[in-house]
Every structure is written in structure tokens, then in C-alpha cells.
């Protein structure tokens, strides 16, 4: 199973040194470039991920960058070892002085190196839906299958996931990273690939913290609701609440605490 190798280790408990061999989550640079008639070739920049799935993660990182708004404006896509190219066709929106990173993307890192925000990063052409409702049941199934399809998690404990999820809890796909930004960029990525992004029948589910970048791109991904295992900060509170998603985090079999968007959790 890819996602993790196998290192050397000394472990010490009361009854002396043990040694052996433990389960490591793999992080290796990943290189994205795009390359566009109006703009030539250019490095969007290096990001530290899990190897696996690199193609979605490149083609849902360039839709959260604002870059793209459908795979259409993809001409070709590349993967090599550690590198992934994409031809952009004129429909595109690279602009190198706005989207090109001035330092390497850290597995924690969702907008490191970028040296402004726009608009392009939080635009969506509609209203998140309405339609969508959960109970406090969702989350329970939620989280409960989520980490069942955690495999690299299972081996390592050192993933992160993230994962669509229906009305009641059921799990439609997840994808495991050591970064949580890139778990999420191979998500939607899955989605563009066959056309199209999430919709008002999917809620997302983060297995950290919920961070400004992560509420950003499942509004920028359309999803109604999103819910995190962790603690929201004050600029995702607000942006949540600005573009009308509804947030809950500190998840938990038995509780969820709701940071905006109430009217879309039944008790």
C-alpha cells in the first residue's frame, strides 16, 4: 500500500530498549507547473505531500488558487516522479505575479508564499445550497467511517483526511495526506476530473483543525457544510459566516460545536 514506509526505531518503556521497525507516513516535494500561451512556463511551487493521487492534488490546488474554474481549461496534464505540468488553455486565469509562490508549501501550509490574497480565491459563481441538512447522526456515522477508510492513518497515525460525505453520514471518497491542504486539494480534484465539483448534496469533513485555507477552498468547492475533528480559527469563522457555510467543528461522537450556518444542523 503506498502512503508510508518502514523505518528503524528504539523504543523505551520501563522494560528497557526495544528495537524495530515502525510505520512512517511518506512527505516528498511535489513540483507544479503550469504552462500558458499568454504567460509562458512558470512554477506554481513546491509542496511537501504524501505521493499518490498527485494529479488530482495539482488539478484541485490550481481550481483553489483561483487559477481555473472547470477542467476544461486544462489542455494536458503530466505526472512524472515528484512533478506535475499543466498546459493551460486562454479560458484560464494565471496570472504569474498573483499565483506563483516565492517560498516552498509546507505540509501545514495552505496560503504560504503567496504575496497577496485575491478574490479569485473564495469566488463562486452561485449561493452555497440550502438544500442540505444533518443531524448530530450524520457526524457520529461521519467520523466513525472516515476513519475506518484512514489506511495510511491506520499503519502511521501521521496522515491527515478528508472526505465528502452525504445527508446521512455515508461516506462518498476520502484522501489521506500529511498535509491537510493537500488531502483536501485531491478531493475536489477528484470532482474536476469528472467535470464537475461538489455540489449541494455533499458536505466536506477535515480530520484536523479548520483553518482559514480549508473553509476557503470548500466555498471555493461549493460545499454547503463542512466539519472538522479540530478548532476553527477567527479568520475561518468569519469567512465561513461571510459566505454562508456552515462550520462545525470539535467533532465528536456525541457533540459538535456550530461556528456558523446553525440553520443547516436539525437537533
Do not use: W
Not at 516552498?104 to 485575491?118: A, E, M, N, P, Q
Not at 477508510?149 to 483526511?161: L, N
Amino acid at each position: 500500500m503506498d502512503g508510508f514506509e518502514t523505518r528503524a526505531i528504539a523504543k523505551l518503556t520501563d522494560d528497557g530498549m526495544i528495537r524495530s521497525i515502525d510505520h512512517v507516513t511518506s512527505e516528498c516535494p511535489l513540483s507544479i507547473v503550469v504552462d500558458s500561451d499568454n504567460h509562458g512556463r512558470h512554477e506554481l511551487g513546491i509542496t511537501m505531500r504524501t505521493p499518490g493521487n498527485d494529479r488530482l492534488l495539482a488539478i484541485g490546488f490550481i481550481y483553489s488558487e483561483g487559477i481555473i474554474s472547470s477542467i476544461d481549461q486544462i489542455q494536458d496534464v503530466e505526472v512524472s516522479e515528484n512533478l506535475v505540468e499543466l498546459k493551460l488553455n486562454d479560458g484560464s486565469m494565471f496570472d504569474p505575479t498573483e499565483h506563483c509562490r516565492i517560498s516552498t508549501v509546507t505540509s501545514s501550509c495552505g496560503i504560504c508564499g503567496r504575496s497577496k490574497l485575491s478574490s479569485g480565491l473564495t469566488e463562486f459563481n452561485e449561493e452555497l445550497d440550502e438544500q442540505m441538512h444533518i443531524r448530530l447522526e450524520t457526524v457520529t456515522k461521519c467520523l466513525n467511517s472516515v476513519l475506518e477508510k484512514q489506511e495510511v492513518f491506520t499503519k502511521t497515525g501521521g496522515s491527515h483526511a478528508c472526505a465528502s460525505f452525504s445527508t446521512d453520514g455515508s461516506i462518498e471518497r476520502v484522501f489521506e495526506d500529511v498535509g491537510r491542504h493537500n488531502a483536501f486539494d485531491k478531493l475536489v480534484g477528484s470532482y474536476l476530473e469528472e467535470g464537475g465539483v461538489p455540489q449541494s448534496c455533499l458536505g466536506a469533513f477535515v480530520s484536523g483543525r479548520a483553518s482559514f485555507e480549508l473553509v476557503q477552498k470548500s466555498i471555493r468547492a461549493g460545499f454547503p457544510i463542512m466539519v472538522a475533528v479540530g478548532a476553527p480559527s477567527t479568520l475561518a469563522v468569519d469567512l465561513a459566516k461571510e459566505y454562508g457555510l456552515t462550520l462545525g467543528c470539535f467533532a465528536k461522537s456525541h457533540s459538535i460545536t456550530l461556528f456558523s450556518g446553525v440553520r443547516r444542523v436539525m437537533e
